[in-house]
C-alpha cells in the first residue's frame, strides 16, 4: 500500500513537472450505469442492483515518457443485493461493492519495440483467461507491478511482468477472503512469434496468492502452455482458430501437492456480418479434493463457461465445456452503430468421473450511440449435477468521453 502510495504521488508530482510545451494532456472521464438482477433457486430473495461507475484521470506525454492518473468510484443506487461484503447472505452475490480508489497510477516509457510500464496498470494478456482486467466488474481488476514490452525483430514479441500486488474487484472494503488486495510474487511471461497460420505463443504464469486468508494459499500455482491463435480467408469468409495446451501444478505456500491440465480448441466462421463458432475447453482435475483441480484466479472469468458465473473457481473434479455460439453484427441501424445480437449456448461436465453439471444460455445485444454503448444480457444455467438453476439479466449503459 505504501509503495502504490509513494507511486501515485510520484505520478502527480510527474504530471505537474512535465514542461508545458513539451507534454500533451488528455483528459480521461467514464461513467457506466447497469441494472442488474439475478435468480438464484436456493436462496429465498432475488438480488437487484443498479450502481454507476465514474473513473476520471489524465495523462501527460513528453516524448516517449508519460504519465497516468485515473480515480474510480462505485455507488449502489438500489443495493437489494449481497456484494460479498455487506452480509446479505440472503441474496444472490453480485460482485459490485460500494468503492473509491486509485484505479491506476503508472509511469511508462515507450520507445520502438520497447517499452516498460510501472505502477498499478490494467493487464489483458492474450484472451484473458490465465490474466485479465475483469472489465465487466464495476471495480475492475489492477495489477502493482512493473510490465516490459519487447519486440526485438517484426514478428517477434516477448512481455513480462512482475507484479507484487493485485488490486480485486472487492474495492476498498474488501476483507477476509474477498481482500481489496493480494500481496505475492507474480510472474506472467509470454513469447509470441508470427507464423503464416498464426501467432504462435509459449507462456508461463506464476500465480502468487500469498494471504492466509486467501484459500489458505491454495490458489498459487504455476502454469505452462503454449498458444496458437490465427485466421484464414476462406473466399469471402474468415476462419478464425485458437488452439491451446498448457499444465499446471502448485507453486509457493501452496500446501497442496497437485497437477492438472488445460486444453482448448475453438474455431469461427465470419460472412457478411454473421459470425457461427464453437469450441471444447477443459479445466482438468487431479484427484478430485478441493482446489486441486486447473484454476486461473487472475482471469476475467465472465468471459469464460458462462456469464451466470457458477464456475468461478473450478470444481474439484475439473471441467470440460462444449459450446456453440452465433451472432450477426449490422454496421449501422438509424442513428445505431454496431447493433449486434449473440447467443451462446453451453454444456458442462466434470472432467474426472465424467459427470453432468448442466446447460447454460446465454443472449446479448449491444450498440452504440455516439460515445455511448448499450447492452442488454442474459444467462440461464439450469442445473444437472452441480449448483442451482439461476437467471441473470443486465442491462447497462457506458460512455466515454
Known sequence: MRTIARLSLTTVATLTAMPAAAQTLTPLAEARLRYETVEQDNLPKDAHAVTTRLRTGVEAKAARFSALFEAQGNLSIVPDYFDGLNGKTDRPLIADPRSIGVYRAQLRYAAPGFAVTAGRQRIALDDERFVGAAQIRNNAQTFDAVRTEWTPIKGLK???????????????DGTGQRQRAISGDNVFATLGVATPIGTATAFAYLVDQDEAVVQNYRLSSQSYGLRLNGTQPIGKAKLSYTLSHARQSDWGRNPNDYAAAYWLGEGAVELSGSKLGGGYEVLGADEGRALTAFNTPLSSIFKFQGWADKFTTTPADGIRDVYANVG?????????????????????????????????LDLLATAKLDRTALSVRYADYRADGFGVDTRKFWLQLDWTL
Open 158 to 172: 516477448a512481455d513480462v511482468t512482475y507484479a507484487w500486488g493485485v488490486r480485486t474487484v472487492w474495492g476498498i
Open 328 to 360: 450477426h453484427v449490422w454496421p449501422v441501424v438509424g442513428r445505431l452503430k454496431g447493433v449486434g445480437v449473440q447467443a451462446a449456448y453451453h454444456r458442462f461436465a466434470s472432467d474426472r468421473l465424467v459427470r453432468r453439471y448442466g446447460d447454460e
